[in-house]
């Protein structure tokens, strides 16, 4: 290899380097660094990033330097690789980190919306189908707005009722099932 080609130079360096030579450091880095600025734009497509990770490289050649071998590939492309290199590694980083913020924000959504108290629709429609129920129960009979009402505020069987209230069996299930089909057909109207 010339000693005046530009590969001579810049292998030269990275021995240097090699040897934590900053001024070595230097002169590289304003060699390169403009071609090696470009590498990293077109990875990562920002140029605030890649400037990021341009210096991210350069602290990884400084550390790397030893373990360059000339006869496995040119400088230039070798550094390419490392800028490369630490270009994915930044997007890596930042969807990651961008995974993680969603995933936290996820949490914090469902501990918000899962809590112990009632979601705000629900109870809105509870409140709702309560005041329509309490109106359609205020249009049964007397006799079947008791019935329905002890059938289901107090879970009592159709016996129980007919023994409670001292009535006949058969007239209790009449109340209740005309009852249930008054309610049946005033909720429909609310629905």
């Known amino acids: 290899m010339n000693e005046e080609s530009p590969d001579f130079e810049l292998i030269a360096l990275l021995e240097r380097v090699a040897r934590a030579d900053e ?17 990293a734009v077109r990875v990562v ?4 990033w890649a400037e990021d990770v341009l210096q991210e490289a350069f602290l990884n050649i400084w550390r790397v330097a030893g ?10 492309a070798w550094m390419c690789l490392i800028v490369r290199s630490r270009g994915l590694d ?5 969807t990651t980190g961008r995974a993680d913020a969603a995933l ?7 501990e918000t919306v899962e809590g112990d108290s009632p ?3 629900d109870t809105a429609l509870a409140g709702e189908q309560a005041w329509a129920l309490h109106q359609c129960l205020g249009q049964l009979e007397n006799k079947q707005r008791e019935v329905v009402s002890l059938a289901y505020l107090r879970d009592l069987s ?3 009722l007919a023994e409670q209230l001292k009535l006949p069996l058969g ?3 009449t109340w209740i099932r005309r009852g249930l089909e008054q309610l049946r057909a005033c909720m429909a109207r609310f629905a």
């Open 158 to 160: 159709h016996g129980e």
């Open 104 to 110: 936290e924000l996820d949490d914090v959504m469902s």
């Open 171 to 173: 007239t209790v299930k």
């Open 90 to 94: 930044f997007l890596r980083r930042r």
């Open 67 to 76: 373990d360059y071998k000339a006869s496995l590939s040119p400088p230039m």
């Open 23 to 39: 001024s070595a450091l230097k002169e590289l880095y304003g060699l390169t660094s403009s071609k090696l600025y470009g590498v």
């Open 45 to 48: 497509s920002n140029r605030n």
């Open 119 to 121: 979601n705000p629709m």
